[in-house]
């Protein structure tokens, strides 16, 4: 069987790798229009940030016998018919099952100057846009950042983390607000400022100026920003150019059922450029599960494998910012409480001078959104609880402070006094405080002498200082009379 | 520890060592209760037909009735119809004479023992990274002595209390400590920080720490260059490990990985060690390899004062598992396939190599196939309980119904004795003289202190005596005064009773190998402490700390294994939506054999238990103290509930000491992991229900 895999991002290094693991006889050309290897396009901001270097962000990368590499090679249209893919070198690759993963394109704001893109305007999106990104910040002291999305923070973040004074300029009236509601992104908002962020909210850019010694950004209030270079972070379009001309179903995206089958039998779509039961993902996470899927059908090894979408959950985290949101959190609670299922719960918690802020819905004991923000113990629960619809705890507290409240533990007792003669003082030996009191009576004093009669104290040797003040408290209590 | 002799009474009294600084918890200050215990086996037992009851019998009877059957199986089926089974508590004498006499006397390949339960996987790991398996490369006390110590599945504060003095000492110092586990146990309370991950997420969260490593520029880059192979690849694979994505799936903050990461990468002195909790999956090899790569790309093996190690989990853990109970392994930690181990240790025995048999099976599958048309059809048991110890129990309960013969050596009635056609009474700790390997790898003196019972013989007398049956097949067996079967002549060179004259075999036999005795005597180990292998020469040097300057691989170097996380081979679904997973509790040791017939311990722990979050009891109606089944798709066991918020909510515990009904063993699943064998004691899929 030959396949054969369009793009060699994310999505199709995985697919290949899915693939290749699952041996069997098979021909797997994999046909990457950028010029190096696969790469792992979460960590550009790292790279950005200037703390790891190229090669650190490679993907593992399917190799060795049934399996064809070629990179720099831009696959130009597909003939359906003969079952063929021409790339812009005039090769023809033949395949029996051709799976896309094309991704998507950064999207430029159709603002005056924008075309065609200055030097010093840089979108981000591909390690040849961090890389010309990292080219203009050289030297640069000062950055804008167009567009208050997750990935304009993130190139943000990174860009501040080099020293750069970096302004982000948002045209809604917070930050990242499809995931995130008024208040948390006002406390996101100040977060940044605290890392050398700055943000200008609210207000549209209007137009882009650059020459040789700068670029101005131009906003709708009057205002015009000076800088040394633009990131722009506006959205991304998935890359349907080629299953749209070879004539395959394409909405925003190309249209896929549950195995991202395209409208074609022998084609599948996966990853960004793929547009699942009308949704997009733009993500890593349902990228991979969709090659799974892909690969367990076309294996053979699950021929009724389907890929279930699952909620999704955004995740800024960087030096400083630690950001969870999922589900309708965003959204304001109805006003007679109910939509379906039983009533809706909201749980807040804000500490915004400590950037801290915490917003969660429930409905029927199970989490239905979450905004996270700042130092929020519980995270790795909520995102699980979420994730699964497992039901949320009796004490709701636990998912806010990380802990639960409940009924407390017995706690040790301040005095010996108040601890019951029942009461376990060496675990490892099974010793409790009446046996100790036994043993003083009997003669004992030392911490030895009683360790020696009871065994308190040498096991993992944890209570010592508990024998001592039990011995201590029966000398205060009972004076050792004389005889 | 140390006994006295009370007059009549063997009593246990403390002594300072440097590895458990006098500290003994319940377990060894009771171990002497067994001695004199009224369930003592002091003469053979034996079954006359099946389903008759185990009667009383002479040795000669016993022993006369094993050697028929043993050869009446091996006649018809071949010598691979009879197997052994051996047991992680033996001495290195009995697991060294053990694995001779398999091989050897029954001309069997297959023998494993209950160790493939327990070290395999770490053992694994550590021989494809470093070239060698000592669970710490470093001498114990290092432990005290770190900035950061993480802890990986292990809980020694109830399974390994001694080893909490020095973590006191650690934290004395201002160290952080950092526990990893499913469950808020002893250990973890008094940690600095507690990742509680989701059982059978462990390897996703080490591929995490090393992606967070290498984000922050935290590797040891000239470390990685100068000492190690194949980090490329490992590092292309972490880099899929985005704490994000492992947050999710596991359920530990990113906030927490990265905590972690900082703290293991930006001290001078670091140490991670596994334990069961992280290797007793169907992909165990694998996630300790996730910890050591870890541990290799921030440049801890072979540090001063930093390192990986492993925690072992059994008596002789480590010794037991070096010198030839397993299948595939010959003396001094040889492989059974290398054809110069071959050579040298058929040179030892005095035998052609082409009489010693190859690699046989790990432990699982060959009682899995026990009594099936292609497995053993006799089967010997020294030191081990499997009815309760092995996964999925009632399967392999099943499997040794099916035996034509079943010989247990123990000095108890254990549930696999009661299903024995002969049980043969053997000697008690202290009873005998030998050696033991610790996790560090040193070697140690067990004395005798008496003599064993009448009517009841050592493990190595058994063996001295069975191989000269089977050699001569005249009665050339004479008891004397308790020093047991009386072998033939060249049998009695061949498998001698004497434990020195073993060790000494030991010795020249282990010679080469990667755990080289051959400088380790008896008289050096009572003088020094313990000696650590490897020790090659008399006069020379032992190794207390490994890898300091080189790896015992090929070139030198440590290798790198790229590793990817994969589920649990059984997952949750809505008939079966929780995790189950076992684990040890203070008061009691292994199958229980021992520790539940002793009064205080019973009383301590008097029976099995589930443990579940209150969240979830509340959610299945259950109060504290309720009794509820667990049932997964291989059977159920029935304990009261504990309930606890120190467990995951969707997760429940249950200790593996107890038989019957609170048998942890009847729920767990027999997946094995592809490389070391051992089975996925952690977890799998059940329902809980109030029973």
């Given at each position: 069987m030959r396949i054969v895999i369009v793009d060699y991002g994310m999505a199709g290094a995985r697919i290949a790798a899915e693939l290749h693991a699952r041996g069997g006889d098979r021909k797997i050309t994999v046909l990457g229009a950028e010029p190096h290897r696969a790469y792992n396009r979460i960590m550009l901001s790292t790279l950005l940030a200037g703390k790891i270097g190229e090669p650190d962000v490679e993907l593992t990368e399917a190799a060795g016998q049934g399996v064809d590499v070629r990179t720099g090679v831009a696959v130009t249209a597909i003939d359906r018919v003969a079952r063929e893919v021409c790339t812009a070198d005039g090769d023809r690759h033949g395949y029996d099952h051709l799976v896309l993963a094309t991704g998507s394109r950064a999207l430029v704001p159709p603002l005056p100057g924008l075309h065609p893109l200055p030097d010093r305007v840089i979108p981000f999106r591909t390690l040849d846009d961090c890389r010309r990104i990292l080219a203009a910040a050289r030297g640069a002291r000062r950055a804008l950042v167009l567009g208050g999305g997750l990935l304009g923070l993130e190139a943000a973040r990174g860009l501040a983390a080099r020293g750069l004074d970096v302004t982000v300029v948002h045209p809604t009236g917070w930050l990242m607000e499809r995931q995130l509601d008024p208040a948390a992104g006002a406390v996101l908002a100040d977060t940044l400022a605290g890392l050398g962020v700055r943000t200008a909210l609210a207000v549209p850019a209007t137009g882009v100026a650059a020459d040789a010694d700068g670029v101005r950004l131009d906003l709708a209030d009057g205002r015009s920003l000076h800088a040394d270079l633009l990131v722009l972070s506006c959205g991304v379009r998935p890359d349907t150019a080629l299953a749209g001309a070879a004539g395959l179903a394409v909405d925003r995206g190309v249209v896929v059922d549950d195995r991202l089958r395209t409208s074609d039998r022998r084609i599948s779509a996966i990853g960004d450029c793929a547009q699942h039961d009308g949704e997009l993902t733009g993500l890593v996470a349902p990228a991979w599960a969709q090659a799974r899927v892909v690969a367990q059908v076309l294996a053979g090894e699950d021929p009724l494998a389907r890929y279930r979408p699952r909620p999704v959950v955004t995740r800024l985290k960087a030096a400083g910012i630690d950001l969870a949101a999922m589900g309708d959190a965003t959204g304001a609670t109805p006003a007679d409480g109910t939509v379906h299922g039983g009533p809706a719960e909201e749980l807040t918690f804000a500490d915004p001078a400590r950037g801290t802020y915490a917003r969660l819905r429930i409905r029927d004991d199970r989490l239905t959104g979450a905004i996270l923000l700042g130092d929020n113990p519980a995270v790795g629960t909520v995102v699980q609880l979420f994730d699964r619809g497992a039901p949320v705890p009796a004490d709701r507290r636990s998912l806010l402070l990380g802990r639960a409240f409940g009924p407390a533990p017995a706690a040790p007792a301040a005095s010996p006094a108040l601890m019951p003669d029942a009461a376990t003082v060496c675990q490892c030996n099974d010793v409790r405080k009446g046996a100790l009191v036994a043993c003083w009576r009997a003669g004992a004093r030392t911490v030895e002498e009683l360790s020696a009669a009871t065994r308190a104290a040498t096991g993992c040797g944890g209570c010592r200082d508990a024998v001592a003040g039990i011995a201590d408290w029966l000398a205060g209590a009972e004076p050792v009379v004389s005889r | 520890m140390v006994l006295r002799e009370g007059g009549p009474r063997i009593e246990v009294a403390p002594r300072p060592f440097p590895t458990n600084r006098g500290g003994l918890c319940q377990k060894g200050w009771t171990a002497a209760d067994l001695l004199d215990h009224p369930d003592r086996l002091t003469s053979p037992l034996l079954r006359d037909r099946p389903g008759a009851p185990l009667r009383r019998a002479t040795w000669d009877e016993a022993l006369d009735r094993v050697v028929a059957a043993i050869r009446a199986v091996q006649d018809r089926h071949g010598p691979d119809a009879v197997a052994v089974f051996g047991g992680g508590g033996l001495t290195n004498e009995k697991a060294y004479a053990l694995g001779k006499f398999a091989r050897v006397a029954l001309r069997t390949r297959h023998i494993d023992y209950n160790g493939r339960w327990c070290m395999s996987s770490a053992a694994a790991a550590g021989l494809r990274a470093f070239g060698v398996d000592r669970g710490l490369p470093f001498p114990l006390a290092d432990l005290g002595r770190a900035d950061t110590l993480l802890l990986v599945g292990a809980n020694p504060a109830e399974t390994m209390p001694p080893l909490l003095r020095h973590l006191a000492d650690q934290r004395a110092r201002g160290g952080r400590l950092i526990v990893v586990d499913p469950r808020l146990t002893a250990t973890a309370r008094q940690a600095d920080r507690h990742l509680q991950p989701l059982p059978g997420t462990d390897l996703a969260v080490a591929n995490a720490l090393l992606h967070i490593a290498l984000t922050e520029g935290w590797l040891d880059r000239t470390y990685v260059a100068d000492r190690t192979s194949g980090f490329d690849e490992v590092r292309r694979t972490v880099a899929g490990y985005w704490p994000a994505e492992v947050e999710r799936l596991s359920g530990v903050p990113v906030a927490d990985l990265e905590a972690t990461a900082r703290a293991l990468a930006t001290v001078d002195r670091a140490i991670i060690l596994t334990a069961r909790g992280a290797e007793q999956h169907a992909k165990g090899v694998d996630t300790v390899t996730a910890f050591i790569n870890l541990a290799l790309a921030l440049g801890l093996p072979g540090r001063p004062g930093s390192g990986y190690g492993c925690l072992t989990g059994q008596g002789n853990g480590q010794g037991g598992r070096?010198?030839?109970?397993?299948?595939?392994q010959l003396p001094g930690y040889r492989r059974i396939d290398d054809p110069a181990a071959r050579e040298h240790v058929a040179r030892v025995w005095g035998i052609p190599v082409s009489d010693l048999p190859g690699p046989g099976v790990p432990a699982y599958a060959l009682l899995d196939s026990l009594g099936t048309a292609t497995g053993p059809r006799a089967l010997l048991v020294f030191g081990s309980n499997p009815v309760v110890s092995a996964p999925r129990a009632a399967r392999v309960e099943s499997r040794l119904r099916d035996l034509d013969l079943l010989v247990v050596a123990d000095f108890l009635r254990s549930e696999t004795a009661e299903l024995a056609d002969v049980v043969l009474p053997v000697a008690q700790w202290a009873e005998e003289d030998g050696t033991m390997t610790n996790l560090e790898g040193r070697v140690l003196r067990r004395r005798a202190l008496r003599e064993p019972p009448p009517g009841v013989h050592t493990d190595l007398e058994v063996l001295a005596a069975l191989a000269a049956r089977l050699a001569g097949g005249a009665p050339s067996y004479r008891r004397t005064h308790n020093r047991g079967p009386r072998p033939t002549p060249e049998a009695a060179e061949r498998f001698p009773a004497d434990p020195q004259v073993v060790f000494e075999e030991l010795r020249r036999a282990s010679a080469g190998g990667p755990a080289d005795y051959a400088g380790v005597t008896w008289e050096r180990v009572e003088r020094d402490e313990g000696v650590f292998w490897p020790c090659p020469d008399p006069e020379g040097p032992d190794t207390p700390r490994l890898f300091t300057e080189s790896f015992p691989t090929p070139d030198g170097r440590a290798r790198f294994h790229p590793v990817t996380h994969r589920p649990a081979a059984e997952e949750v679904c809505a008939d079966y939506p929780l995790h189950f997973t076992t684990g040890r509790v203070l008061a009691q040791y292994q199958s229980g054999t021992q520790t539940r017939r002793i009064d205080a311990l019973r009383r301590a722990a008097p029976e099995g238990f589930v443990e579940l979050h209150p969240d979830l009891a509340d959610r299945l109606g259950v109060a504290e103290g309720d009794a509820v089944r667990v049932v997964s798709r291989r059977g159920e066991l029935r304990a009261p509930a504990r309930l606890s918020p120190a467990i995951r909510p969707d997760t429940v515990f249950a200790p593996f000491h107890w038989p019957g009904a609170a048998r942890a063993n009847s729920v767990t699943n027999d997946a094995v992991d592809p490389v070391s064998g051992m089975p996925e004691f952690k977890i799998c899929a059940v329902r809980v229900e109030k029973a």
């Amino acid at each position: 069987m030959r396949i054969v895999i369009v793009d060699y991002g994310m999505a199709g290094a995985r697919i290949a790798a899915e693939l290749h693991a699952r041996g069997g006889d098979r021909k797997i050309t994999v046909l990457g229009a950028e010029p190096h290897r696969a790469y792992n396009r979460i960590m550009l901001s790292t790279l950005l940030a200037g703390k790891i270097g190229e090669p650190d962000v490679e993907l593992t990368e399917a190799a060795g016998q049934g399996v064809d590499v070629r990179t720099g090679v831009a696959v130009t249209a597909i003939d359906r018919v003969a079952r063929e893919v021409c790339t812009a070198d005039g090769d023809r690759h033949g395949y029996d099952h051709l799976v896309l993963a094309t991704g998507s394109r950064a999207l430029v704001p159709p603002l005056p100057g924008l075309h065609p893109l200055p030097d010093r305007v840089i979108p981000f999106r591909t390690l040849d846009d961090c890389r010309r990104i990292l080219a203009a910040a050289r030297g640069a002291r000062r950055a804008l950042v167009l567009g208050g999305g997750l990935l304009g923070l993130e190139a943000a973040r990174g860009l501040a983390a080099r020293g750069l004074d970096v302004t982000v300029v948002h045209p809604t009236g917070w930050l990242m607000e499809r995931q995130l509601d008024p208040a948390a992104g006002a406390v996101l908002a100040d977060t940044l400022a605290g890392l050398g962020v700055r943000t200008a909210l609210a207000v549209p850019a209007t137009g882009v100026a650059a020459d040789a010694d700068g670029v101005r950004l131009d906003l709708a209030d009057g205002r015009s920003l000076h800088a040394d270079l633009l990131v722009l972070s506006c959205g991304v379009r998935p890359d349907t150019a080629l299953a749209g001309a070879a004539g395959l179903a394409v909405d925003r995206g190309v249209v896929v059922d549950d195995r991202l089958r395209t409208s074609d039998r022998r084609i599948s779509a996966i990853g960004d450029c793929a547009q699942h039961d009308g949704e997009l993902t733009g993500l890593v996470a349902p990228a991979w599960a969709q090659a799974r899927v892909v690969a367990q059908v076309l294996a053979g090894e699950d021929p009724l494998a389907r890929y279930r979408p699952r909620p999704v959950v955004t995740r800024l985290k960087a030096a400083g910012i630690d950001l969870a949101a999922m589900g309708d959190a965003t959204g304001a609670t109805p006003a007679d409480g109910t939509v379906h299922g039983g009533p809706a719960e909201e749980l807040t918690f804000a500490d915004p001078a400590r950037g801290t802020y915490a917003r969660l819905r429930i409905r029927d004991d199970r989490l239905t959104g979450a905004i996270l923000l700042g130092d929020n113990p519980a995270v790795g629960t909520v995102v699980q609880l979420f994730d699964r619809g497992a039901p949320v705890p009796a004490d709701r507290r636990s998912l806010l402070l990380g802990r639960a409240f409940g009924p407390a533990p017995a706690a040790p007792a301040a005095s010996p006094a108040l601890m019951p003669d029942a009461a376990t003082v060496c675990q490892c030996n099974d010793v409790r405080k009446g046996a100790l009191v036994a043993c003083w009576r009997a003669g004992a004093r030392t911490v030895e002498e009683l360790s020696a009669a009871t065994r308190a104290a040498t096991g993992c040797g944890g209570c010592r200082d508990a024998v001592a003040g039990i011995a201590d408290w029966l000398a205060g209590a009972e004076p050792v009379v004389s005889r | 520890m140390v006994l006295r002799e009370g007059g009549p009474r063997i009593e246990v009294a403390p002594r300072p060592f440097p590895t458990n600084r006098g500290g003994l918890c319940q377990k060894g200050w009771t171990a002497a209760d067994l001695l004199d215990h009224p369930d003592r086996l002091t003469s053979p037992l034996l079954r006359d037909r099946p389903g008759a009851p185990l009667r009383r019998a002479t040795w000669d009877e016993a022993l006369d009735r094993v050697v028929a059957a043993i050869r009446a199986v091996q006649d018809r089926h071949g010598p691979d119809a009879v197997a052994v089974f051996g047991g992680g508590g033996l001495t290195n004498e009995k697991a060294y004479a053990l694995g001779k006499f398999a091989r050897v006397a029954l001309r069997t390949r297959h023998i494993d023992y209950n160790g493939r339960w327990c070290m395999s996987s770490a053992a694994a790991a550590g021989l494809r990274a470093f070239g060698v398996d000592r669970g710490l490369p470093f001498p114990l006390a290092d432990l005290g002595r770190a900035d950061t110590l993480l802890l990986v599945g292990a809980n020694p504060a109830e399974t390994m209390p001694p080893l909490l003095r020095h973590l006191a000492d650690q934290r004395a110092r201002g160290g952080r400590l950092i526990v990893v586990d499913p469950r808020l146990t002893a250990t973890a309370r008094q940690a600095d920080r507690h990742l509680q991950p989701l059982p059978g997420t462990d390897l996703a969260v080490a591929n995490a720490l090393l992606h967070i490593a290498l984000t922050e520029g935290w590797l040891d880059r000239t470390y990685v260059a100068d000492r190690t192979s194949g980090f490329d690849e490992v590092r292309r694979t972490v880099a899929g490990y985005w704490p994000a994505e492992v947050e999710r799936l596991s359920g530990v903050p990113v906030a927490d990985l990265e905590a972690t990461a900082r703290a293991l990468a930006t001290v001078d002195r670091a140490i991670i060690l596994t334990a069961r909790g992280a290797e007793q999956h169907a992909k165990g090899v694998d996630t300790v390899t996730a910890f050591i790569n870890l541990a290799l790309a921030l440049g801890l093996p072979g540090r001063p004062g930093s390192g990986y190690g492993c925690l072992t989990g059994q008596g002789n853990g480590q010794g037991g598992r070096e010198h030839g109970q397993k299948a595939d392994q010959l003396p001094g930690y040889r492989r059974i396939d290398d054809p110069a181990a071959r050579e040298h240790v058929a040179r030892v025995w005095g035998i052609p190599v082409s009489d010693l048999p190859g690699p046989g099976v790990p432990a699982y599958a060959l009682l899995d196939s026990l009594g099936t048309a292609t497995g053993p059809r006799a089967l010997l048991v020294f030191g081990s309980n499997p009815v309760v110890s092995a996964p999925r129990a009632a399967r392999v309960e099943s499997r040794l119904r099916d035996l034509d013969l079943l010989v247990v050596a123990d000095f108890l009635r254990s549930e696999t004795a009661e299903l024995a056609d002969v049980v043969l009474p053997v000697a008690q700790w202290a009873e005998e003289d030998g050696t033991m390997t610790n996790l560090e790898g040193r070697v140690l003196r067990r004395r005798a202190l008496r003599e064993p019972p009448p009517g009841v013989h050592t493990d190595l007398e058994v063996l001295a005596a069975l191989a000269a049956r089977l050699a001569g097949g005249a009665p050339s067996y004479r008891r004397t005064h308790n020093r047991g079967p009386r072998p033939t002549p060249e049998a009695a060179e061949r498998f001698p009773a004497d434990p020195q004259v073993v060790f000494e075999e030991l010795r020249r036999a282990s010679a080469g190998g990667p755990a080289d005795y051959a400088g380790v005597t008896w008289e050096r180990v009572e003088r020094d402490e313990g000696v650590f292998w490897p020790c090659p020469d008399p006069e020379g040097p032992d190794t207390p700390r490994l890898f300091t300057e080189s790896f015992p691989t090929p070139d030198g170097r440590a290798r790198f294994h790229p590793v990817t996380h994969r589920p649990a081979a059984e997952e949750v679904c809505a008939d079966y939506p929780l995790h189950f997973t076992t684990g040890r509790v203070l008061a009691q040791y292994q199958s229980g054999t021992q520790t539940r017939r002793i009064d205080a311990l019973r009383r301590a722990a008097p029976e099995g238990f589930v443990e579940l979050h209150p969240d979830l009891a509340d959610r299945l109606g259950v109060a504290e103290g309720d009794a509820v089944r667990v049932v997964s798709r291989r059977g159920e066991l029935r304990a009261p509930a504990r309930l606890s918020p120190a467990i995951r909510p969707d997760t429940v515990f249950a200790p593996f000491h107890w038989p019957g009904a609170a048998r942890a063993n009847s729920v767990t699943n027999d997946a094995v992991d592809p490389v070391s064998g051992m089975p996925e004691f952690k977890i799998c899929a059940v329902r809980v229900e109030k029973a």
